[in-house]
């Protein structure tokens, strides 16, 4: 596609409920990221894919959290038992491969936990 | 470890006035470094980029910014600020590993610009 797609872009759920974020890169980009952000925490990087791979999850807050990557292409990202912290705008984001490339953002899932 | 630090949350101009938005970084190694805009209820846009050659970078809109690399900065500026230039700028240096480069950000200064 011509740009990073994200679904959905607003998501309201009750606190303890499962949600799936998806993303969309660029056609073609092997490099994937999941950011997260908040009011007043700016952005916070939560997970790096490289193919299918993860070889950073650092940035995961908790074990409530996880992401996959199938087919060198889409990623969701699940978080379990939402809790109103919770509460962000997801971005994810995609480059080529390579040092210094452009890293390139969707326009972010808003997630709101009631 | 690589950090990025942006002098002031908030910054207000006049329309037609320079804008100056600092950014300060840390790193052991060469950084690649970046600045975004995030207008409200949008995704992050790349304004400009350094990564080797000229220190003088321009990006979009009539931004630039000048790596230099004995004050570990990358200010900001344009000369004429815009109604709408109004919006959220970050900073961002590039943590290099894996084929690839994380971006960490700063806090991110928000762009006031009054008539």
């Known amino acids: 596609g011509a740009g990073v797609s994200q679904s959905p872009s607003n998501k309201v759920t009750e606190k303890g409920k499962d949600v799936e974020l998806r993303c969309d890169p660029i056609?073609?980009?092997?490099?994937l990221y999941w950011y997260r952000q908040s009011l007043g925490q700016g952005l916070e990087f939560l997970i790096y894919?490289?193919?299918?791979?993860?070889?950073?999850k650092s940035g995961l807050p908790s074990d409530r959290f996880s992401a996959e990557r199938t087919g060198g292409s889409v990623s969701t990202l699940t978080i379990q038992r939402t809790q109103q912290e919770d509460s962000a705008v997801y971005l994810c984001?995609?480059?080529?491969?390579?040092?210094?490339?452009?890293?390139?953002f969707g326009e972010g899932s808003w997630l709101t936990v009631v | 470890a690589q950090s990025v630090t942006q002098l002031g949350s908030h910054v207000s101009v006049s329309e037609g006035a320079l804008v100056l938005l600092r950014c300060n970084y840390s790193s052991s190694v060469p950084p690649y470094l970046f600045w975004y805009v995030q207008y409200p209820n949008q995704g992050l846009q790349l304004l400009l980029k350094?990564?080797?050659?000229?220190?003088l970078v321009k990006g979009i809109n009539g931004f630039e910014a000048e790596f230099k690399k004995s004050e570990t900065s990358f200010h900001l500026t344009k000369p004429s600020a815009h109604m709408s230039d109004a919006a959220e700028y970050f900073c961002?240096?590039?943590?290099?590993?894996?084929?690839?480069?994380?971006?960490?950000f700063g806090q991110g200064t928000e762009l006031s610009v009054k008539p």
């Open positions: 984001a995609s480059s080529p491969s390579g040092l210094g490339n452009t890293i390139y």
């Open positions: 056609s073609g980009h092997t490099a």
């Open positions: 350094y990564t080797t050659g000229a220190t």
């Open positions: 961002a240096v590039s943590v290099i590993y894996n084929q690839g480069g994380k971006l960490i």
């Open positions: 894919f490289q193919g299918n791979s993860a070889p950073d």
